[in-house]
């Protein structure tokens, strides 16, 4: 037991900054579909953008220029989520605006056609190869539990991203609650045809749902670059993959959800990591998927769909 308490430590601390950034990405589809009903599938890639503009500002700025780290750091990410943002917007005049009407089949297909085409348009940039990301945050907690030998180790990089995440889970949720723009986001995911008679902008709407996904998603990005010290033009589609699960297994359309659904789906992978073999890790992320859409398909804090009439 003395042995057994710090290494479930260790995977706890592990598999709360895997699934945070889980989250931060999961709410980008969520939120989506929960007011336009389709899923964005091309936001797997903006995550990866996001990690690849933070790198880009991180190389423009100069770690060794000697500018305190709080500044790189805000610097990287500001510029991040702003650029980010903009491609969000795109993604949604390009790829949604235009065929929003149509069958719910013809967005879907041009959401992967944008996913495709983003992946390919950054390898053109930047190449398909491995690209190193600048250790900016260096250091751990570490400490040892009982009498066990054992040496927890909480590195300071993913203590940052559970701390980043739980602060903008917190601002997310108060804005949603009591801003206006969150009340109208309320109200199109309720009955878009009732907004727009009551005078909501339902286009504005749904062009700020997709550049506010796409921000946190930019956000995910960079910190975990940071953490895992490279990036590549592939990291978009698993981790989009995985974020869609972890939005189907919170319940989609239910932000709560999202948070949820990310932090479990975290905790599975990094557990299944560290007790079964490697190749197991996304047996058991998925394998959760399944059980969950077999025995709640409205996922754990998801709502049966009422039809309106």
Known sequence: MNELLPQLTQQL?????????????????TM????IGMINFAHGEIYMIGSYIGLVTLTAIGIQ???????ILGAALIVSVVVTGLYGWTVERVAYRPLRGGPRL?????????????????????????MSVPVLISGAIEFQMGSSDFTVTIPYSRLIIVGV???????????????????????????????????IDTNRVISFTFVLGAMLAAVGGVLIALTIGK???????????????????????????????????????????GYLPAEYKDVVSFALLVLILLFRPTGLLGKPDVEKV
């Open 106 to 130: 013809v967005p879907l297909i041009s959401a992967i056609g944008m996913s495709i085409f983003l992946q390919n348009y950054v390898q053109i940039g930047q190449g398909s190869r491995d």
């Open 165 to 199: 995440t739980l602060m903008l889970m917190v601002a997310l949720t108060l804005f949603i609650g009591r801003s206006r723009m969150g009340r109208a986001c309320r109200a199109c995911a309720e009955d878009m045809g009732m907004a727009n008679l009551l005078g």
């Open 231 to 273: 990036l590549n033009p592939f990291i978009g589609f698993i981790a989009g993959i995985k974020a869609f699960t972890a939005a189907v297994l919170g319940g989609i359309g239910s932000i709560p959800g999202a948070m949820l659904g990310g932090l479990l789906l975290g905790l599975a992978e990094t557990f299944a990591a």
């Open 65 to 71: 220029a000697g500018y305190p780290l709080p500044l």
């Open 13 to 29: 601390v592990n598999g709360l900054s895997l699934g945070a950034i889980y989250a931060l990405i999961a709410i980008g589809y």
């Open 32 to 35: 989506v579909y929960g007011i």
